[in-house]
Structures are given as structure tokens and as C-alpha cells.
RNA sequence: GCCCCCGUAGCUCAGAGGACAGAGCAGGAGCCUUCUAAGCUCUUGGCCGGAGGUUCGAAUCCUCCCGGGGGUACCA
């Protein structure tokens, strides 16, 4: 049996009760106290269990309390309002399950007794695009879930996914085509050898996309013309295949290189044109079983069940023109991630407003039994981020913000909130750089991972760059501080120590707080929610800052209180690393 | 029209059916001869969009309404 947490012991020790009083002892559950004040714990299974009986509240309650009163490790057992059951623990107990996280190299979070193979598809660039403020959200949520589900023991398969083989191709290549329609890439019968170099830059791209999508809304003999390239380039066209495959490589260094920026790695870097032989034979497949068919000259399939709640218009899997959709890369790698990774769940991070597509493509993964029944597949979606006027993040000229100028700004912003800060002057100029880069992108991270994923957020750069009060930078200044004590300790040769009772509000706090690591971890991957990771990281940095204010453990006379504390901050940091790191953040050596 | 998401303090946002609804910022009052003040302490501020319902108990679940956003067959 592995180290039970904290929360899990008390748990069982009040369903121990209800069970000795006949009931069932999932009712002993028991959550941190909402009245501080009043206790550390409580167990709110009372007024539940006494409705199976038939018995009043308060007089079950009381029961199960005089049955707990004893035990050595609680030091109050207190009944109140309509059934209650508040506990505090003893402090000696608090110690011991300090202790044990301290000689635990997990921190006394379990790791999964059932491991599985886990897919994140998050980021999503798409070719032809440099990644914009539109891509953050998908790649911070993603990396922290990809991180909390591996440490958590999963074994983690994280994918982009870009964005390689549809319209957007052809749109990009009709554009290049009007304005050169010389170049050897649309010459007919020509196959080869094209030019080394591309044809166009990233720039040239980030330009020319904008302009092809507009003019598809205006021209609508110029769009099927773009369409139609789509096809003969999923067909194989030589000219079409050698130009695609620069501008994917122009597209793929920039992004691989805002990924970096973000301390962003993937295990794969496939995209649609990977599964781009699959998508023929199971277009083929499915018409044959039945479960895909032709109307109004496309193949579809249905995914309105009878019973289903939701009406969804058809998967479109091949279009009129010949031409596959993402909805048929979508499900072919679907396919791919089954066959051939053995995925069990798969997480697809991506913007809310696909929601719909996302329940039709795994309907149709269902009825078309690419996906088994025990294969999870779950769209993990986020809102908006949106400007201080409440609509999407734009330029002062209107313009879509790129990735990269976004990091800029807030590096800068560190860089000057730095330059304020006397103690950083003493610094080296390439120290500076490098705590202005963490300090930046901590910024932007945590200020993302703070919010429910689910709704909309405002980006505001002043609040963001305020590095005050409930931000990455607190964070970080918290962990560094504990650097700062070890650095002084280690100097002076103080040891650590065992674990002794606390003394005080504020070392009792601490721990307490970070008894509740493995349930914070648990709840955040089951709700595929960072935000309850960086809530907790913020109220255990307070609980450590408030710690480092009350208790000053470099001038603390016993030796064996301040071993004990230099321990606790030991815990504190590690504690703190762990959930940043999760967050996709660093903790500088000293800021 | 139909479907999905969101309306919580001046602002930005949390909130696991439970006890008087929380945080950060902003506003007010304090704390640097002591481990980094990017910090700490105290404080002002809310009929949780509205109305019903379920429940011993609802910001949380259900229904309807109002307001905002998004999506709705060959874009991603």
C-alpha cells in the first residue's frame, strides 16, 4: 500500500465510524474546513447519512464523534450548525505528514495506479500562419496538462498537430500562383527539380494569407480555384507537393522556434499530411460498411443518433470536388492514435468554438467503431483571450498580435520592472536577461493558467506586467526567497532537521497547506483544469510568505526548531518548483 | 430559428450542493537598524442577471425569461 494523503487518512478514519454506526463509510468523507476559525477539517456526511436513516443530523453526528473523540491523532472533534462534524488534528500528527512528504521524492502525491496512454493535441499551428495570441491558450493549457498528467505517472504522447493539408493550402498557393504564375511550381507537366530555396518567406506568407482568405469571400470562381488546387495537391501533384513542402518548412522554423520561447517540446510533430494515406481507404472503408455515404455529390456521415439530444448537421469526410476536410484527417488520425499508439484517452485542447465539430468527430469516430467504447476522447476547451475592450487581442493598428511580439512585450515589461529594483543592479547584464525572460513568461503563463479554461479572458498588459499580488512573478519570488535562506544556511553550515510539531499560526499553516498537494493534483487532472493548480501554488506561496515573515528561521536560537524549519522550507521549494513546473514555469536562482 | 458557453465586489477573475460567498488589483491605515518590501498586517466594498422549482441545505442541479459571446453541410 502506498502513502495515503492526508485528506484520504481522515477519510478513512470517519468512514470507520459511520460504518461502526452502520452506514456507509463513503459518508466519512472529509474536505478542508470552510470556517478556518472554527477547525482545520470537516465531514459533511451527517446530514446525508442521517436522511437514510431517518435519524436527526446533529444526534448521528454526535455519534460518529464520540467514536473519533479518542483517537491520538485528532485533537478536536466538535459538532456544529445542522450536523457538522469539524475536526482539527493534532500537531504531532501534522508533523508526521510533514515528515513523510519531506522523505517522500513524490511529495506524498501518488503516483496512478492505473496508467495510461495519454494523447494532448494542443498548439495547432497552422502552415502558412505564424502562431498569434490565438495559439497561448492552447499551448500553455496543453503543456501543463501533457505535465501534470506524466508526473501524475501517465505516459504522455504530446502532439501539435499543425494544420498542413487543407483549404488553407490552396488558398495560400492560388495567391502565390496570381501574382507568379511563371514559377515552375504551377507549370503543368513539370516535375521537377524545383528550387532550393522557397519561393516565399514567412513574411511573404503572413502577408499573402490574409489577402488569399479575403478574396475567397469575394471571388467565387478564384475559390474554386483554390479548392481545386487542394484536391491535386492531396492527389499528389508534383509542383504543388515541392511548394507545399517549403512553405511548411518556412512555417514549421518559426513556430518550433515561439514554442522554445514558451519552453514548449513535443514528442511528435505530426500533422494532417501524416495520415494523409489513410484517408482515401478509409473514406473507401466506410462507404462500403455503410456507415459513410454520398449526398449532394459529397461523402458524409450521419451523427445524429436516435435519442441524441444535440442535432448536428453530417461529418463531411470528401468533398464534392474530391477533396478531403480536416474532419477526414481528424479522423483518420484518430485511427492512427488507436492502431498504432495504443492511445487510451486522448485530449484535444483546443478553442471553444469548435465544439461542434469536436462532437461530430468523435460520434463518428463511435459509429464508425474507430474509436472503441473504453478510447476517451474529450475536447478540452478554453474561451477567448480577448483586449481591455473586451473583444478578440488586437494591435493598436488592428491587426492580429503574434505570438512572439506578445512575448516581447511582456519581456520587456520585466526587463523595466527589473531596471527598477535596486537589488538587481548588481547583476550580470546576461543574468538580467535571462530572469527577465522567466519573469516574462511566468507572467504570461500564469496570468492564462489562473483563469477556468472555459470562459473568455481579458488580457490587460499593464495588470499583467504589474508583477504584484496574484502573479507568476509572486510565485517565483517566493521560491527564491527559500533559495536565498539555503544559500545563507548552506554558508554557515546549518543542517536540516526532522519535522517538529509547529508552534505558531503561521508553520502550522504551511503545513496544512501542503498536506493538501496530492488532492489539489487529482482534482486538477480530473477536471483537466490548470487553474486549480496555479490557485493552489498562489495560496501556498502566501502561506509560505506569510511563514517567512512570522518565523525567521536564520535567527531562530533552538537548533532543533531551525533544522526542523530549514526542512520545511526545504518542502515548501520543492513543493513550489513542482507546481510551477507544472504551470510550465521557471523558478530563477535569484530575481 | 436551433444548439453550445458565459452573466459573482469599482476592475480582472476564483468558487468540489453544505455553515456568515472568496482572491488579486484599485481605495483607506500601518510595517524595511532582522533570512530579497516583486513582501507582510489591518480595512472599505456583493440581495452571486431575474423569476420559479428540486433539496434538510443552491452561486453550484432543473425550467422559463433577460443580457453578452460563439456555432450552425463541403473553412480551420
Sequence with gaps: MGLMSLLSELSVLVGEAFAAEGLDPAHGEVVVSQRPELAQFQCNGAMAAARVVGAPPRELAGKVASRLGAHPHLAAVDIAGPGFINLTISDDWLAAVTQRAVDDPRLGVPASSEPSTVLVDYGGPNVAKAMHVGHLRATIIGDSLARLFSFL??????????????????????????????????????????????????EDLQEIYPVAAARAETDPAWAERARLMTVELQQGRPGYVALWQQMKRVSEESQRADFARL?????????ESDVADRMEPLVRRLL???????????????????????????????????????????L?????????????????????????????????ARVAGIAPPEVRLEHIKFGTMNGKDGKPFKTRAGGVVSLSDLIDLIETAASARLAEAEIAEGYPEAERKAIARQVGVAALKFGDLI????????????????????????????????????????GRDLPTGPILPPVQAADRELMLELARLPEIMGRAAELRAPNHLAEYAFVLASAWNRFYDHCHILDEADPSRQASWLSLAHLTLRALTLLLDLLGIEVPERM
Design 153 to 202: 505517472g501517465h505516459k504522455v504522447i504530446r502532439d501539435p498537430h499543425f494544420g498542413d493539408w487543407g483549404l488553407q493550402m490552396g488558398l495560400v498557393m492560388a495567391e502565390i500562383e496570381r501574382r507568379r504564375p511563371e514559377l515552375a511550381y504551377f507549370v503543368p507537366e513539370f516535375t521537377g527539380p524545383f528550387p532550393e530555396e522557397p519561393p516565399v518567406t514567412l
Design 332 to 364: 483518420a488520425t484518430i485511427e492512427m492514435r488507436v492502431d498504432d499508439l495504443g492511445v487510451d484517452l486522448a485530449l484535444y485542447v483546443v478553442d471553444a468554438r469548435q465544439s461542434d465539430h469536436f462532437e461530430q468527430l468523435f460520434r463518428a
Design 288 to 330: 462500403e460498411q455503410g456507415v459513410a455515404e454520398e449526398s449532394r455529390g459529397a461523402v458524409i456521415i450521419r451523427v445524429d443518433q436516435p435519442g441524441e439530444k444535440r442535432e448536428l448537421p453530417p461529418l463531411i469526410l470528401e468533398t464534392s470536388l474530391g477533396g478531403y476536410l480536416y474532419s477526414t484527417s481528424d
Design 451 to 490: 483563469n477556468n479554461r472555459a470562459s473568455d479572458y481579458i488580457f490587460d498588459l499593464d495588470r499583467f506586467s504589474s508583477f504584484e499580488g496574484k502573479t507568476g512573478p509572486y510565485l517565483q519570488y517566493g521560491a527564491v526567497r527559500i533559495r536565498s535562506i539555503q544559500r545563507r544556511a548552506a
Design 263 to 271: 519552453g514548449v517540446e513535443f514528442d511528435l510533430w505530426y500533422g
